[in-house]
């Protein structure tokens, strides 16, 4: 099988000659091979070329070649030398004999040195040497390296500035177009560039800080220097550099939005006398963190850095500052942020105090002594005060009239005796006292305040209580006159509510730190010196959502006492025992709740929403008193009308100021913020207001009034916000 194969290879070796002999007389070669070994296609070139070949043991390949069109025997070798460079073989020429060897021994063997006759498109390999004259050779090499096939050649020699590539012909050709175009003359000349706003200095290292690393990736020299003097820009390099350098130059070459380094901002919500110190202690890190740690300031830039200042002018609430220009771009930024309108928080509390007392006393007090033998001391008694009075007093009262007061004659008394001369006198009497109280307490403090900043409300009297007392005689003056002396301190007595809102990232969650007091003066109990008050306090810092109602705290207290005088063992004998006792029994209860909602006023609209209901519901619990009654007949100051609140002026259209309905202008420089530009707009009345379901009533707001939900927001309103 194999003989026969070897057979059939010669047989088309020598029908393949045939043909090619009769094609090369003919001059023109149709070539068609399938599968067919590379020596048998060079045996063809040979025949049809005439070239001697020397065939390297390691060229081995099977080649497929189709052909529609015939060619010439030079085509021909032209198609066999890119079938070498497909199969990664090279011929190289040595006289009149061509060698086909392997690519990898390309860069070792001789080719074709300065090939003028080759052609651009061939596939020879060939060394070409490259005059570069305008740009530097040895930096073209990293450029036109990964053009270079591996087994080709490039290397530069910096002395005589030139280049050496050794590979095909085709090839070679493109990368002498390529550093013909690379290799052009350059215009280095220097311009100068003079500046009329900015600063030649910081110009200059703006540009370096940009081109330095571009410049020298391009391997051209581009210098930008700054003349203080005249404040200009030289500009060395090539045309196009220039060209790109000056135009940028000129950009930056800009007047500031406000003239100079010096800028007056107004601010609409912050206050510039708290906000200058701040501002200055930034302005100091800055300059610090440009001039690096232990670094000393070096040129204009870094001294006016380190010049910067900021005060406050308190009467137009503006600050002054005077900074570079990334300096003040920087310190605008941040006032930009914190000069905002910061979100209100309405704060309604509900103190709920109900306390219930109740007292009853039973006694019963007698004498009896007689007289008739000028004897003083009495026979018997028991006296035991009852409801503050015992028979004593009672007894005393008859002798003295005038010193008769009425807690002597409280609860029920019935007396009997004898009071006579001689003979034996005796007196009696029972007493019933029972006293009831009820205290209904309900305040209802509110306040609104701005986000961060304490509100107190104090709704109070200023109660004096004794603190001290002496008495002086002035035995030197004549009769001996008496000079009291007290010392008083006053106390507030009412309702006292501290707050400090936080109003949480979110927008939805209010922190609220609380102080609320809330104090009546109360009954004075026996044996008290002075005045007696009743305090409630609650200090506490609670997370409430957004128109929530949560409970600070609470008391409920149920008190019940029982008292009892009694002479020893009698007292305890039934039904006649009564006459030798007295008994009391206290019974009070306390009920204490403290209820607190807070609500996010986010722009003009919320807060002149819950505004106008406070006010109609103050003007409905007016109305009562403007109306006449037959009972008022006749009128006891007629023609002067009672007080009362005027109706809300509408609000002022957008644009306008709220007090002279002017358009309203903003200070000079100054720019408003995005997040306070919402306009005010009128609030829907409180009397559309449908009552919330099964929702507790609103502080500050009578049984009955119709109230808002506590999650619904005015009709006009905007949708609740996150905190700016």
């Not at 048998?40 to 025949?47: D, G, K, L, R």
């Not at 570079?324 to 209100?344: G, H, N």
């Not at 609650?538 to 002479?567: M, P």
């Not at 819950?610 to 006891?636: A, G, R, V, W």
Request: hydrophobic content about 40%.
């Amino acid at each position: 099988m194999r003989g026969f194969r070897s057979f059939a290879v010669c047989a088309l070796a020598i029908a393949l000659s045939a043909s090619l002999v009769s094609a090369q007389q003919a001059q023109r070669i149709t070539p068609n091979f399938k599968d067919a070994d590379i020596t048998q296609i060079a045996e063809a070139v040979s025949a049809a070329t005439g070239k001697n070949f020397i065939i390297d043991p390691r060229v081995r390949a099977q080649v497929t070649m189709l052909s529609s069109t015939a060619m010439s025997p030079e085509a021909f070798y032209e198609a066999f030398l890119s079938i070498l460079q497909v199969y990664g073989f090279i011929a190289v020429p040595s006289g009149n004999i061509i060698k086909i060897l392997p690519d990898t021994n390309a860069r070792t063997l001789p080719a074709i040195d300065l090939p003028d006759r080759v052609s651009a498109t061939s596939d020879e390999i060939v060394t070409q040497v490259i005059d570069v004259r305008n740009v530097n050779a040895p930096a073209l090499v990293p450029i036109l390296r990964p053009m270079i096939p591996q087994y080709g050649h490039l290397v530069a020699y910096p002395a005589s500035n030139i280049l050496i590539i050794t590979d095909r012909a085709s090839n070679v050709n493109r990368m002498m177009r390529i550093i013909r175009r690379i290799d052009q003359v350059g215009n280095q000349d220097v311009e100068i560039v003079p500046l009329q706003n900015a600063s030649a200095a910081e110009v200059v290292r703006v540009v370096n800080s940009l081109y330095q690393g571009a410049a020298a990736a391009e391997g051209t020299a581009v210098k930008v220097v700054a003349d203080d003097r005249s404040n200009s820009v030289l500009i060395g390099g090539d045309q196009a550099q220039r060209l790109r350098l000056r135009a940028l130059i000129a950009h930056l070459d800009t007047p500031l939005e406000a003239g100079g380094d010096t800028r007056v901002r107004y601010l609409h919500y912050a206050n510039a006398e708290k906000l200058a110190p701040k501002l200055k202690e930034q302005m100091t890190g800055i300059a610090a963190a440009a001039a690096g740690p232990g670094a000393q300031p070096a040129g204009a830039a870094q001294s006016a850095e380190k010049s910067a200042m900021v005060w406050a002018d308190p009467t137009n609430n503006a600050l002054i500052i005077t900074a570079p220009a990334k300096t003040m771009r920087a310190i605008m930024a941040i006032i930009d942020k914190l000069d905002i309108r910061r979100p209100q928080v309405l704060v309604e509390a509900i103190i709920a105090d109900i306390d219930y007392n109740k007292d009853a006393e039973l006694g019963v007090n007698w004498a009896a002594y007689d007289k008739s033998s000028n004897s003083s001391v009495p026979a018997g008694a028991f006296v035991s005060p009852v409801g503050g009075t015992s028979i004593v007093d009672l007894a005393s009262a008859v002798q003295n009239p005038a010193n008769v007061s009425t807690s002597l004659l409280q609860g029920t008394t019935i007396g009997i005796g004898r009071i006579a001369v001689s003979g034996l006198n005796f007196a009696a009497i029972v007493r019933a006292i029972r006293s009831d109280t009820r205290d209904n307490i309900i305040a209802t403090p509110s306040a609104m305040t701005m986000d961060n900043q304490e509100a107190e409300l104090k709704v109070a009297q200023e109660v004096p209580f004794i603190t001290g007392q002496y008495t002086a005689n002035n035995t030197a003056v004549v009769g001996g006159a008496v000079n009291p002396f007290q010392t008083i301190q006053r106390e507030e007595v009412g309702t006292i509510l501290k707050i400090t809102p936080t109003i949480s990232a979110e927008g939805s969650q209010v922190m609220l730190k609380i102080s609320i007091e809330s104090s009546s003066l109360g009954t004075k109990p026996a044996g008290a010196v002075d005045l007696v008050t009743n305090k409630r306090t609650v200090s506490t810092t609670v997370l409430i959502e957004d128109g929530g109602i949560v409970v600070l705290g609470g008391l409920i207290e149920d008190d019940t006492s029982k008292g009892e005088s009694r002479v020893p063992y009698l007292g305890n004998i039934p039904i006649l025992g009564l006459l030798f006792k007295t008994r009391n029994q206290t019974s009070s209860k306390t009920n204490l709740m403290i209820f607190i909602r807070p609500k996010i006023m986010r722009d003009a609209n919320q807060a002149a929403y819950e505004t106008e209901l406070k006010y109609n519901y103050m003007q409905d619990q007016q109305q009562p008193m403007f109306h006449t009654s037959p009972s008022d007949l006749p009128p006891l100051l007629p023609g002067v009308p009672p007080g009362k609140l005027p109706p809300l002026p509408p609000p002022p259209p957008p644009g306008k100021d709220s007090a002279t309905g002017a358009p309203s202008t903003n200070a000079p420089g100054a720019t408003a913020p995005a997040s306070s530009a919402a306009p005010a707009t009128s609030a829907a009345p409180a009397t559309n207001v449908a009552p919330a379901t099964n929702a507790p009533p609103a502080p500050g707001v009578a049984p009955g009034t119709p109230v808002p939900d506590a999650t619904a927001a005015p009709a006009n309103a905007p949708s609740p916000q996150g905190k700016p």
